[in-house]
């Protein structure tokens, strides 16, 4: 089987199972309409605010996608230890690495390209209520958000998929990712101090700001999350390889 067939199938698998599809609209429709009700109501009060970081403060919904993102690569990694579909894979696509290396590879592009929908959508969108206080794409920093939250999105969604191979259960990687991203994250920053920009979820977000503050800086922050994703993938390559299907 070609390597363009492969890739073609991992397609198709994905518009096919409706949790992932379904993860994959929810990236881009959560982040919206979360942003648009927030700015649409509060959002000249928060702008107003001396401390208000406007770059930044454009990607709240950020944390809801993210969540989306999450659970997108961690449904199109599970349904294959559904009912014996992992074996049926392998049937069709004996070689193991060319398997795994499709799926993460369509998997990563399609939350790439949603990812950066997303974040210059929201970026547009939540500007769309500030008035006066509205920033555009060339204000300092906001280009660089919107392509860095497309591929921050992108790499929490690589990072989901790499765990989910490793321990074979969607719902394990829920229960720890989406926890961590929402409570522990924030827990162990104010327990550990500096060492919490180095968490997956912290430091990708720091390319979100203007002037970040700390140890990272935007690209490096982002490239920690990608350290982070390339390590969960590592290992899910080495059980697909190693377990038996």
Known sequence: ??????????WIKIKSLRGSLGSLIAVFAATLAITVLVFATVGRAEADNADAEPVFGAFYALNFGQIAAIAFGTTAVSSEYVNGALRISLAAVPRRGLFYGAKVAVLGAAALA???LTCFGTFLASQAFLGEYAIGLG???AVRACV????????MALL???LTAVLRSGVAVLSVLIP???IVSFVVGDVAG???QFLPDKAGQQVLHESPDGTLGPWAGLAVTAAW???ALAAGWWAVRRRDA
Do not use: I, Q
Not at 1 to 10: D, G, K, R, W
Not at 148 to 155: D, E, F, I, P, R
């Open 114 to 116: 949603v990812g950066l």
């Open 139 to 141: 204000h300092p920093g």
């Open 180 to 182: 961590f991203v929402l």
């Open 1 to 10: 089987m070609s390597t363009s067939a492969v890739l073609h199938a991992e």
């Open 229 to 231: 994703a390339a390590a």
């Open 160 to 162: 989901a998929a790499g």
């Open 148 to 155: 860095g939250g497309g591929v921050y999105l992108a790499l």
């Open 194 to 196: 500096g060492a919490a």
